[in-house]
């Protein structure tokens, strides 16, 4: 059993990403987008064809060990209550619409008593309700190919006048065909402006438009009734509450190529387009590119196992594509490869799957200058994106960490930024250790179960006033002295900042340690949720068995780590947090456990709220005459106005104002716009640290900014 926190989903918190996995495979790259298209880019997300599901499918004779698994062992939930059955039907529903474009509003009053059924007999293998439903969605959508066809006719043009609301939430179903065909008229409108400011012709885009609805047919028709099981199984998971998840043998292993980073294959990164597998990245140290053969943007058309017979992908799943393609350390798979270039080439590569580490998610540190007074200030801002680490693969962020604090102290740094803007969490157990680089001994978080038991993560020995009759002490060893950071920290967060981020941030902020800064709060996932393999190779449970406590007694769960800096929130993160998920649960406080054993004094000077409040003022007033966070609060403003209504001559001038259109970023250039889309917070984060170590100095005082000696400095 191993504790776990990390959830495996879209960061928002939707399940945007697991219901549309053919869109991209990740083997450990993340995207970045930028905010101007960030709204474009989610609608057409929203609006890609349902997946089918590529899982080992379990049988409907698995669902009674499912159930019984799940409810023994969650926090909160133990038995499979009225309310359960209503939740695990409204996320089945999700599952297979998440759109709301497929079905009518009469087919949910049909589905709807067929779910009940199912989940109410759940536990006597019953799944013949699922029938009618697979029924009713393959005529969904052959009608909706059918409706796409028709409105992509001969007659089709583009009108500008176009809006579509992307709340989905907010969006009803459909109740007549005319409605449907108006509802996909947008969408399509809008599907097709996305490939023209990518620059593709408008014959080409309808082309691809009718390939990608064909597609859905076919995903669909795939998705019988014995593969819905599987997805009955994951939306009772997610009745529970909002983290608690079954996951396939396929989903179990990609969440542990997130915790461990590394993983066996031939290192390259996949999308789907149209039908076809995409290469969009080559990991460094991986066979994909030490072959030389191989480059961004070719098309795998087929794949050949070792002394096996070439099997066409050409409109297969991708996810099915991804595990043809991964597999043991020291076998080797043939792609069949089509290049489209000057002359169109069509070339086997042949290559030995090895073990990948996944370099771009470890922990990494920059250094910035400034110049006050004719001094120079030297800063290291550290960018952790998860809590990873994996003891058989000798894998810890807590190390990475420390590797950097020493190197930083030989830099002779006059301060550190902690960026976790962009963390989800991770791993309990490297969350405690990493706090302890910055606080030595004490207290970081506690955890409490459904019987009330708690347990504190102390590192080194615990204080007196944390034992008692319920309380259970899990000690770390001590921290070196020498390894303990003790100059000016600042922790940089944002509504992205989630469990374990929250766990350190939070601990830093309750001891007085660093300076939060970031947007309003951090994400607000307060419970522990314990990953766990399943019997029979079912693949695996990730269950909601405790919340976790700050060291002052609170709960992060729904609230967060509140921001003692407060920068611009972008528009598009206002709905992310605990709060917007379904069925979050109740927050709750228990008795504070701050302290450490014996009378030691804080190796550092703590942070008070006079100077807190200087911090805040000196900060407001660069913001305010900040030209980037300007157009972010402007952007802001603008997208507030719409009310989440996009509209396609808006996308027009968008189009315009680039030129014409603008070519498929690579994962490599979005990473590198995900941080330029973060620079204004570091570098304010970077003055935040500069007022704490210059306190007489003025915020507005001129100040020269730099990278490194030399330039920027990447480990």
């Known amino acids: 059993m191993s504790m776990h926190d990390r959830e495996v989903e879209d960061i928002t918190g939707n399940t945007l990403e697991g219901d549309h996995r053919s869109h991209r495979a990740s083997l450990g790259s993340k995207r970045g987008i930028r905010f101007r298209r960030l709204l474009l ?19 409907c004779g698995s669902l009674p060990l499912l159930k019984s698994e799940f409810l023994a062992n969650h926090y909160a939930m133990k038995d499979m209550t009225g309310e359960i059955k209503t939740h695990a039907v409204d996320q089945m529903i999700k599952s297979i619409d998440p759109t709301k474009t497929l079905l009518y509003e009469s087919d949910l009053e049909r589905i709807r008593p067929a779910l009940q059924n199912m989940f109410a007999c759940m536990q006597d293998c019953d799944c013949a309700s699922l029938q009618p439903v697979y029924d009713v969605l393959v005529a969904r959508a052959r009608e909706n190919e059918g409706i796409v066809k028709q409105i992509l006719g001969p007659n089709y043009r583009l009108d500008e006048t176009l809006e579509l609301n992307i709340d989905i939430k907010k969006r009803p179903y459909v109740k007549t065909t005319a409605e449907k065909h108006a509802l996909l008229r947008k969408v399509v409108q809008f599907q097709i402006e996305n490939l023209l400011l990518a620059g593709t012709n408008l014959a080409e885009a ?19 009734p014995e593969k819905l099981v599987t997805t009955a199984a994951e939306a009772f998971a997610m009745a ?12 179990l292993e990609d969440l542990r190529i997130q915790m461990q980073l590394s993983l066996e294959g031939i290192g390259a990164m996949l999308s789907s387009d149209n039908g076809f597998t995409i290469i969009e990245e080559l990991i460094p140290g991986g066979g994909a590119e030490r072959s030389g053969l191989l480059k961004p943007k070719d098309k795998i058309i087929a794949v050949t196992q070792q002394r096996g017979k070439p099997v066409d992908i050409i409109d297969t799943d991708l996810r099915d594509v991804v595990k043809m393609i991964r597999g043991k350390k020291g076998t080797k798979v043939t792609l069949t490869i089509l290049r489209q270039a000057e002359k169109t080439k069509r070339f086997d590569v042949t290559i030995m799957r090895n073990k990948i580490n996944i370099k771009e998610q470890e922990a990494k540190i920059t250094y910035e200058t400034r110049m006050v007074n004719n001094r120079k200030y030297r800063f290291g801002v550290i960018d952790l994106p998860s809590f990873y680490g994996d003891e058989k693969e000798n894998k810890s962020c807590y190390e990475d960490v420390k590797k950097l604090l020493a190197e930083a102290r030989r830099q002779h740094v006059d301060g550190i930024v902690l960026d976790l803007s962009r963390n989800g969490g991770g791993l309990l157990t490297e969350a405690v250790q990493l706090a302890g680089l910055f606080l030595g001994d004490g207290g970081i978080v506690a955890t409490k179960d459904s019987s009330g038991q708690v347990k504190i993560f102390v590192n080194g020995s615990a204080a007196s006033g944390m034992k008692g009759d319920k309380r259970k002490i899990v000690t770390f060893p001590a ?30 902020k309750d001891y007085h340690r660093a300076v939060i800064i970031g947007s309003d709060r951090t994400f607000g996932k307060g419970s522990v949720q314990v990953l766990n393999p399943l019997p029979r190779d079912l693949g695996g449970m990730k269950v909601t068995t405790a919340l976790y406590f700050l060291p002052g007694g609170k709960s992060t769960q729904k609230t967060g780590v509140e921001a003692d800096v ?14 917007s998920l379904d069925y979050p649960l109740p927050a709750q406080e228990i008795a504070p456990f701050l302290g450490v054993s014996g009378k030691k004094a804080p190796f550092w000077k703590p942070v008070d709220q006079t100077l807190l409040a200087k911090l805040a003022a000196n900060s407001k007033l660069r913001v305010a005459k900040n030209a980037k966070f300007a157009e972010i609060i402007k952007n802001n403003k603008e ?38 889309q973060n620079a204004p917070y570091v570098r304010e984060s970077v003055n935040v640290l500069l007022d704490m170590v210059t306190p007489g100095s003025s915020p507005s005082a001129p100040q020269s900014l730099k990278t490194g000696e030399g330039g920027m400095s990447r480990h």
């Open 566 to 579: 407060q920068l611009p929130l972008w528009f598009i993160l206002k709905d992310v947090g605990e709060k």
């Open 206 to 224: 309808k082309k691809k438009q009718v390939h990608r609805y064909e597609l859905q047919t076919k995903r669909v028709i795939e998705h019988n």
């Open 479 to 508: 921290e070196s002295p020498r390894d303990v950071y003790r100059g000016p920290l600042v922790v940089l967060t944002s509504r992205l900042s989630a469990s374990a981020s929250e766990i350190v941030a939070g601990a830093l």
């Open 240 to 251: 529970l509450d909002p983290h608690t998840r079954y996951l396939s043998p396929e989903n």
């Open 41 to 59: 880019i989610l609608s057409l997300m929203l609006f890609l064809p349902i997946s089918s599901s590529i899982a080992d499918n379990i049988s």
């Open 639 to 676: 997208a507030a106005e719409k009310k989440d209504v996009i509209r396609l001559a808006d996308l027009r001038k968008e189009m315009k104002k680039n030129g014409g259109g603008e070519k498929k970023e690579s994962p490599t250039e979005l990473r590198k716009k995900a941080r330029e």
